[in-house]
């Protein structure tokens, strides 16, 4: 019986493949938090002061170049065109009659230097007035998708303040934080593959 044993082992023994076991180079990978963001992204903003009413677009919508997002309520800026084109008025009439008076001799030309100067100056404000009442309608300054509105229907809008960001959806970059210990290993790095994970979906990068 023992016999018998010995001779089946052998056999299934000599029955078995043989695999030769050699060291070889693999790709090591390394997971990093990410952040996915437009290479070219721009910032709306008021440039007049007014309440906001009427909205045209929301974020996650895509808008052509120079679609109208947003109006603002213009009276004040309205105000401020018709004051500017009075003292324009003015002022070009003044500067038409110190020059005839000038020429009379009965002011001096020190007088028309500054109706001159106060002329200038009224058609600076008369063109600053007219471009404030062009800002109360806001457009897309670029073709691409809405990415955020910060601002609602009835909202004070006040210069400077932001009332939509807007990306280019066609050029995305994705930057990661690597930690110093890995810099090294890092340098030569040349591709990466980036996850979304609620899309279930890889890119190479």
Same mark, same amino acid.
């Given at each position: ?11 299934? %023994? ?13 790709? #090591?990978?390394?997971?990093?938090? /990410? +952040? ?20 045209? %677009? ?10 109208? #997002? ?11 065109? $018709?004051? %500017? ?7 070009? #009439? ?13 002011? /001096?030309?020190?007088? +028309? ?15 600053? %007035?007219?471009?404030?009442? /062009? ?17 609602? #229907? ?11 960001? +807007? ?14 210990? $890995? ?23």
């Amino acid at each position: 019986f023992g016999l018998l044993w010995a001779l089946t082992a052998t056999a299934f %023994a000599q029955e078995l493949a043989s695999i030769v076991v050699k060291p070889h180079r693999v790709d #090591l990978t390394f997971p990093a938090e /990410s +952040l996915v963001e437009a290479v070219q992204q721009t910032t709306v903003g008021a440039q007049i002061a007014g309440r906001v009413i009427e909205v045209k %677009a929301d974020a996650g919508q895509s808008v052509a170049k120079g679609e109208v #997002l947003m109006r603002i309520d213009a009276r004040e800026a309205e105000e401020a065109a $018709r004051a %500017a084109n009075a003292q324009y008025a003015n002022a070009k #009439l003044n500067y038409e009659r110190t020059k005839s008076l000038v020429a009379q001799k009965f002011m /001096s030309a020190a007088a +028309l230097d500054k109706a001159r100067a106060d002329y200038d100056a009224a058609s600076a404000s008369r063109a600053a %007035a007219a471009a404030g009442e /062009s800002h109360a309608t806001i457009v897309a300054p670029l073709a691409g998708v809405v990415a955020r509105r910060h601002a609602e #229907l009835g909202d004070m809008a006040t210069p400077g303040k932001p009332l939509f960001t +807007l990306y280019e959806p066609g050029g995305l970059r994705v930057t990661a934080s690597i930690p110093q210990y $890995r810099l090294n290993d890092m340098r030569d790095v040349k591709t990466a593959r980036v996850e979304f994970p609620e899309l279930d979906k890889w890119v190479d990068a």
